[in-house]
């Protein structure tokens, strides 16, 4: 008896070597696309973010006349800056209005998210229509609040006289001035802060409110032990963000001075952003008003780690 023995063919783990320049291709597609696709907003932020921050942390220590010669200042801007009472002025209105505009705002935006965020008829309709005050144009707004608070036939006034009260000329004076700019800060803002706060409304899990419910917690008490605490990521942004709008605020102050920069007469209304064009643009200053830009931001700074502690702190972080 014979026994045809065939053995089988011993397979092997090597790959077909591939040829050099399909290697390079493939190792280019896994490891540079990424970086190539992303790239866009890097060299954008490159060209429109870093290069005008060091081009003004660089002529703000010259003397630099925009129609005459450059001189080495070193921190001579900043020295000045610093006992410059018309910059303190600016400061303290940008720092008042602020305050008059955010902390209003964010309480009307989180409690408007919330109204938005139950069962509605025409839903969608009612929440796309909270962003209508964002897409109106700057100068309509402006030119709207300015007639709401004329002083001779202002709607304002005359609601006032009807209590009792006197008019108001609300450019000539310095907190009738922020209250009005406050207004038309708050008018146009709130219904952008409050549908993101409906979009964070809407990541919360709906079984913990089933949860509360069914313990017995009322829906105040489901806002304030659940909601505020669920929200706190999205109200950092809010925060965060208003901060860094508020503190550099510009429209609407120059466009309810007619365009003007002063920020009226003895300049009551007058930001620190109006006070940097004035500088730069007007007096033609401009290593003085980029000196002022900086300390600008370095008040953002300072604004913005403030309210995010404020902020965890409300959710509870320690």
Known sequence: MSF???????????????????????RLDVKAMPYALVSPYFLLFAAFGLFPLAFTLYYSLYDYDLAGDTK???????????????????????????????????????FLANALNKKLRWRLPIRMSVLLPLVTSVVAVAVVFTQLFARDWG?????????????????????PSWLAIAA????????????????GMQTIPKDLYEAAAIDGASRRRQFWQITLPMLRPTMIFVVLNSTIGGLTLF??????YNGNVDGGSQGQFQTVAMFVVKQGFREFD????????????????IGAAVNFLFVRR?????
């Open 155 to 175: 709607l304002v006034n005359w609601v006032l006289g009807m209590f009792g009260g006197e008019k108001t000329n609300w450019r000539a004076e310095r907190f």
């Open 314 to 318: 409300i959710g509870g972080a320690k």
């Open 286 to 301: 401009y290593g003085y008003a980029a000196a002022a830009a900086w300390l600008l931001f370095l008040l953002i700074l």
């Open 72 to 110: 080495w200042a070193g921190l001579g801007n900043y020295a000045a800056l610093l006992t410059d009472e018309d910059f303190w002025n600016a400061v303290t209105n940008t720092v008042g209005i602020f305050l008059l505009a955010t902390i209003p705002q964010m309480l009307m935006a989180l």
């Open 251 to 256: 429209s609407e102050p120059t466009t309810f």
């Open 4 to 26: 045809d023995f065939h053995p089988r063919p011993v397979r092997t783990n090597r790959r077909r070597a591939r040829p050099p320049g399909r290697l390079w291709r493939s």
């Open 184 to 199: 038309m800060v708050d008018w146009r803002w709130t219904g952008y802060n409050a549908i993101i706060f409906l979009a």
